[in-house]
């Protein structure tokens, strides 16, 4: 998926929780999809948070949001939580 294609979500409060593995880790996108789908669904019954591949990051794990980012080399659930809950919904438009 395009950057501009993932931004939108991030302008209607989405999040999106992007990977980098060029030789692919099956663990880290678990525990990504994980993390989403452990999420309920917000006030229009969704979740807007998406988990992408993104080769040219610098760092194996990120978590963007409208004006903020989480960057790591490991997923940490609890980091990523955290700012899920800081940072979701809090954006120029509050749309699915």
């Known amino acids: 998926m395009p950057r501009e294609k993932w931004m939108h979500n991030l302008e209607h409060g989405g999040i999106v929780l992007l990977y980098n593995c ?5 663990n880290v996108l678990d525990a990504l999809t994980n ?4 999420q309920p669904p917000d ?8 988990v992408v591949p993104d080769a040219k990051m610098p760092h194996q794990v ?13 997923v940490d659930t609890a980091a990523i939580q955290c700012f899920i809950n800081a940072r979701y ?3 120029p438009e509050s749309l699915p």
Do not use: E, H, M
């Open 35 to 38: 993390i989403r789908l452990s």
């Open 62 to 74: 990120a978590a963007v949001s409208w004006g903020w980012r989480w960057q790591g080399d490991t």
């Open 22 to 26: 060029p030789s692919g880790c099956s």
């Open 43 to 50: 006030k229009y019954n969704v979740i807007r948070i998406l």
């Open 89 to 91: 919904d809090r954006a």
